[in-house]
């Protein structure tokens, strides 16, 4: 909304046309979320304590969980307020790929809301029906990989729609996964669908400590707004031999509103936290990464800086599939943060320690830029 004020104004002073460059509206992007993150938190968090939305803590739980009990939930929303304002002041609103990622946005915190809502109003640790959750969180990446593959038939030559759509690999020159030959881009929509809504459960398995899932959040964000720059400028996308998604780089936007977003909620969410995200915060988090990770065709390389979310998802996987086939653990208690406890790490530890990892895996993505 600024960005079209400010163009307008640059008709009358060329002062204000210094707006329309991405890198400025990234920085604005980032102090506009931090500052509304900040300014509102304290409010939120009384609101949250007045109507008595507090964490729940299971009996399962490692020990010195039991003082979390009581605790504010549900502070994704101001996480999502904060990128949503800060998007639709900063960002080109007629860019399709910005109104894709804030509707998956939404649409995965309406779930997230409404299954922390049913877990708090009824007592219910189960939430929301998983029938319900699976159906809206479908219509969510599938939606959106609808949206994206349709976007992609629109580009003017063959090589630009398959390079919008073909799974690049990492390490290696020219070499993709050919989604674009599969008809009616169903092989792209599945694997959009099965990338969506795995970060976005991979990321609310991580949420289980003080800090320790949004920090990660932060950190892959800042990654993926390093990509989806250069996937939006044709130059730099030939330079690196990685594909050149045309809408892309108004997503820096977004993720630097991640970034400053999820800052400003660690202000809070900063060991002994006084306030968590809840589902709210996470499903759609986690969805928003993925979505944006499919946007600028960096999936894989998504996968190694959220190495952390994807070993939490698969201690997860391992620990429920060996319970079940040979009545036996894999771990002392799953997800993995949860082991560390148990083996006698302090919270604290296992969160910078999982944050010292993810800041060498961001690196270690970023390197497939010229590792090939």
Known sequence: MLLWLFEHLASYHDSFGVVRYLTLRALLSVLTALGIGLALGPYMIRKLQALKYGQAVSSFAP???AKKMGTPTMGGLLILLSIGVSTLL???LSNPYVWIVLA???IFGAVGWADDWIKIRYKDNAGLPARKKFFWTSVGSVGAGIALYYIATLQPTAAQTASMLDVLIPFFKDISIPLSIIPLGIGFIIFTYLVINGASNAVNLTDGLDGLAIMPIVLVAAGLGVFAYLAGDIRFANYLHIPYVKYSSELVVICAAMIGAGLAFLWYNAHPAQVFMGDV???SLGAMLGTIAV??????VFAIMGG????EAISVFLQIGSLRMRNKRVFLM?????H???KGWRETQVVIRFWIITIMLVVLGLMTLKLR
């Open 334 to 338: 799953a997800p993995l943060h949860h």
């Open 63 to 65: 020990e010195g969980h």
């Open 295 to 300: 946007m600028v065709r960096q999936e894989i």
């Open 340 to 342: 560390y406890e148990k």
């Open 281 to 283: 915060g996470a499903l």
């Open 90 to 92: 900063w960002a080109d």
């Open 104 to 106: 998956v946005m939404v």
């Open 308 to 311: 952390v979310f994807v070993v």
